[in-house]
Each structure stands twice: as structure tokens, then as C-alpha cells.
């Protein structure tokens, strides 16, 4: 079966890849974060630079955005790693190019990535088809949320040892859940071993953007739509950190991503800076 027979990657999973990838050829070093990996998984044609979501002006906010995030989670992961942490699991892993680029990933790491089936089962193709495969330390586990499927089951048939820390992360996901989806996301986490990490991105609502992000917002928001994935849920910083409080994490913090505008971005000569409306939950088992 090839990957043409298959679910493809969600649009929202390739236009992550393909900003990640554009970040090296339309912004001036020094780059946030290298990913060339994941526009060799989209595998798009060779007009894809032409297509609207790709102009390199109109979408530099957002594409700094994925990229500040993206660095983010992998130096968490390296952090962890440091500390003895020896899993790492990517809920919604998309088109996460992490176990390509790191083919000996630091401390003995085991990758664990959750998707739906279908589209992890192009991604498996798709990684044969390139040379990459998928080595034993890499776990693809496929999971069909929309059945009802308890995820932590499958990812202990797949080798997830529930007693033993690891580093999670939930990134450009909780927007398209409901509250109580992410909630049981935030339960099911919390019940696994102390000194787990979790970090999952969230949107905040419109009248806590700057004003010059709101548009943009509303047009992610239509994008999203249109592609049948539309936006569910929107976030105060206070109202998640509740949630992960009451879902049993002994440490909750919020990580604005002005802190990561700043970090990274403060200085550049090409201006770039990322859009506001998306911040960090980081919480600790």
C-alpha cells in the first residue's frame, strides 16, 4: 500500500511543516529552529512557496510563532533528558520531524508519537519510502480519539512505562478539542509517573491578543474551518492553569509567548517576531 492510499497528514500538519522549513530560506539567520526533515515528509510540489499561506511577509508572525514553539518543547526535552528522563511522548505528533533529526537522541531517549491512524500510516510510508524508517526507539502509536479510545492503553502496548517519568508535549492541539476532551488529556497525563512534564500549547481569546493579531486570528480561525478542523477552544491563562490544578499537577505554570518573542527574537535585524494569541501550559506530576 502506498501512501496515496492513506488518510494524508492534516492541513494543519503540513502548513506547520512547510512554515518550519520556510523559516531558513525567507528569514535571516540566525535561525530560532532547523527543520528541513519535515518538508521532505509533506512532500509537496514544487510550486508549494507560491501557495497564499506561504508568503513570506504575510505569515512571518505565525511562522516565528511554530518555530519559537518548536524550539522550545525539544530544549524541555533536552533539559529532561539531562535530568534521567528516558520517554518522551508527542500527543498529536503531526509531521514532528524530532526522532529524524535526532537519530541518537540524548540520554537513551524513547519517542513516543500518538496520532490518528490513518495519517500515521502515511507518515510510516512516507518515512520507508525516504530511507528514515522507523528505528525500535521510535514508537508509532495510533489511536482513533474519535472512538473513544484510551491512548494510555495503547501506549503501553507499545512499550510506555507509566511508572517512569517522561516529557509530553501537546502542541497546536487543545484549540481543535473541547474543553472536556482536554481535560481528560490533562487527567490521563497527571496520572502517570512524578516528575512527568507536560507542555501543551493553548489560544487565548481574541480581546487578549495585541490588536494587530486579532485579524489574523480571524483568519487562522476561518482557515480552520473551511478545512473542516475548526477552532473549539480558547483559553485565559488563568482558566487552564485551573484546569491542569484540578486535574491533579502538583506544579502549573503559564509561559507567555511574548517571554519567547523576547528570548529569541529581540534584536533581529529582519524584525521578525512572532504573533501573540498562543501560550504555554507547563506542568509538573
Not at 512547510?18 to 512532500?43: I, K, Q, S, Y
Not at 486535574?247 to 517576531?273: C, I, M, N, Q
Amino acid at each position: 500500500m502506498s501512501s496515496g492510499d492513506l488518510a494524508e497528514p492534516d492541513n494543519t500538519a503540513v502548513r506547520t511543516a512547510l512554515w518550519r522549513a520556510l523559516h531558513l530560506t525567507a528569514d535571516r539567520p540566525p535561525h530560532v529552529f532547523e527543520d528541513e526533515v519535515g518538508l521532505r515528509l509533506a512532500g509537496p510540489d514544487g510550486q508549494w512557496r507560491q501557495r497564499p499561506d506561504m508568503d513570506p511577509a504575510g505569515t512571518a508572525a505565525f511562522r516565528a510563532a511554530i518555530v519559537a514553539r518548536a524550539r522550545r518543547v525539544e530544549e524541555l526535552v533536552d533539559e529532561q533528558a539531562a535530568q534521567g528522563v528516558d520517554q518522551y511522548l508527542l500527543l498529536g505528533a503531526g509531521l514532528d520531524s524530532f526522532a529524524q533529526r535526532r537519530p541518537q537522541p540524548p540520554g537513551g531517549l524513547r519517542v513516543f508519537e500518538i496520532d490518528r491512524p490513518g495519517p500515521q500510516q502515511w507518515k510510516r510510508n512516507r518515512l520507508a519510502e525516504l530511507g528514515y524508517g522507523v528505528p525500535d526507539w521510535l514508537r508509532l502509536v495510533p489511536v482513533d480519539f474519535e472512538r473513544g479510545e484510551d491512548w494510555l492503553e495503547h501506549l503501553a502496548a507499545a512499550g510506555f512505562d507509566p511508572r517512569r517519568r517522561a516529557v509530553v508535549a501537546s502542541v497546536g492541539v487543545s484549540m481543535y478539542l473541547t474543553e472536556d476532551a482536554t481535560r481528560d488529556v490533562l487527567r490521563k497525563v497527571a496520572g502517570l509517573a512524578a516528575g512527568t512534564t507536560l507542555a501543551m500549547t493553548f489560544l487565548l481569546p481574541a480581546d487578549l491578543l495585541d490588536p494587530a493579531d486579532r485579524a489574523g486570528l480571524r483568519t487562522s480561525s476561518e482557515s480552520a474551518d473551511r478545512a473542516g478542523t475548526p477552532f473549539r477552544s480558547f483559553y485565559t491563562p488563568g482558566r487552564m492553569l485551573a484546569l491542569a490544578r484540578e486535574s491533579g499537577f502538583r506544579e502549573v505554570a503559564h509561559l507567555p509567548g511574548r517571554v519567547l518573542a523576547e528570548r529569541w527574537f529581540t534584536g533581529r535585524p529582519d524584525g521578525l517576531r512572532p504573533s501573540s494569541g498562543e501560550d504555554f501550559l507547563l506542568a509538573t506530576v
